[in-house]
């Protein structure tokens, strides 16, 4: 639970059922937990899975001591990151991201691994992504490939082609 709602400060996202305490419910749409940021963190290649629940009891030891400093309840049916008002879930991120705190190093790596599960899906292959309407992906405007599966982009970024396609080039794409 703490941890979503680590990921739900990072990129908020619409509560999932009523009662959700982890995703505070700041947004409409869906935000990197629905994206899978708990997914992507727990998968070893990040390497930062095997220090996450002490990141997690980290991270309520801060809430607690911010709730204390501010004159807030958190009481004991809810992880202390998880009872604070979202406004002061991100007031602590901002703190503990913050050039200078002594582990900032691990809260912004966790950081930029919630917003890759929202902005790249890099926990998922593409074409699995898109074909579960991953809501990052969506967001973002990523169309659906091809009828054959292939992505094609008939508008070029900047405008115009920037190369010709090689004369070798297979039908499929690739070079010769």
Do not use: Q
């Amino acid at each position: 639970m703490t941890l979503e709602a680590f990921a739900d400060t990072i990129v908020p996202g619409a509560k999932r059922r009523p009662g959700d305490t982890a995703v505070a419910g700041v947004s409409g749409s869906d935000g990197a937990v629905a994206a899978g940021a708990l997914e992507l963190l727990y998968t070893p290649a990040t390497g930062v899975t095997a220090g996450l629940a002490d990141a997690s009891r980290a991270l309520n030891e801060h809430a607690l001591a911010y709730a204390s400093e501010h004159g807030l309840a958190t009481g004991e049916a809810m992880p202390s990151f998880v009872a604070l008002p979202y406004a002061y879930r991100r007031d602590l991120v901002h703190r503990l991201t913050t050039p200078g705190h002594p582990e900032k190093d691990i809260w912004v790596s966790l950081a930029l691994f919630c917003n890759m599960a929202f902005d790249s899906a890099a926990h998922l292959p593409t074409a699995d992504a898109m074909a579960a309407r991953h809501p990052g992906l969506r967001a973002m405007g990523l169309a659906d490939p091809d009828e054959d599966g292939l992505w094609r982009f008939p508008e070029h970024t900047y405008g115009r082609e920037l190369a010709d396609v090689h004369p070798d080039t297979t039908p499929s794409g690739s070079p010769t």
